[in-house]
Nanobody
Framework: QVQLVESGGGLAQVGGSLRVSCASS????????MAWFRQAPGKDRQFLAA????????TYGNFEKGRFTISRDMAKNTAYLQMNNLEPEDTAVYLC?????????????????WGQGTQVTVSS
């Protein structure tokens, strides 16, 4: 069982930046793809970004390309999502996910393990 814990959310100003982190309890995540999703009240879970097991292949949702950057630190068993130029529409709960695979998945149903999420609120 892989446990994921997100952190780093909070209140940000429009145009500001935040970096959310996803730490794992697993001995290693080296064989797991990681991804970030977000969910706002009354909306579907939205794919943001994914990174493969090696950290060399990434893919992004259409709305996030250029503002969001996913990365991972294998030594720390942690994935990150750097978010820049934040907008009020970015307000949501941000969730990380992991799945034992060597490719990348963009659908939430393809990820087995999920964190509880961290709230990001962007205020003007």
């Amino acid at each position: 069982q892989v446990q994921l814990v997100e952190s780093g959310g909070g209140l940000a100003q429009v145009g500001g930046s935040l970096r959310v982190s996803c730490a794992s309890s697993a001995r290693t995540l080296s064989s797991y793809a990681m991804a970030w999703f977000r969910q706002a009240p009354g909306k579907d879970r939205q794919f943001l970004a994914a990174i493969d097991w090696s950290g060399t292949v990434t893919t992004y949702g259409n709305f996030e390309k250029g503002r969001f950057t996913i990365s991972r630190d294998m030594a720390k068993n942690t994935a990150y999502l750097q978010m820049n130029n934040l907008e009020p529409e970015d307000t949501a709960v941000y969730l990380c996910a992991a799945d034992y695979r060597f490719g990348i998945a963009t659908n939430a149903s393809e990820y087995e393990f999920w964190g509880q999420g961290t709230q990001v609120t962007v205020s003007s």
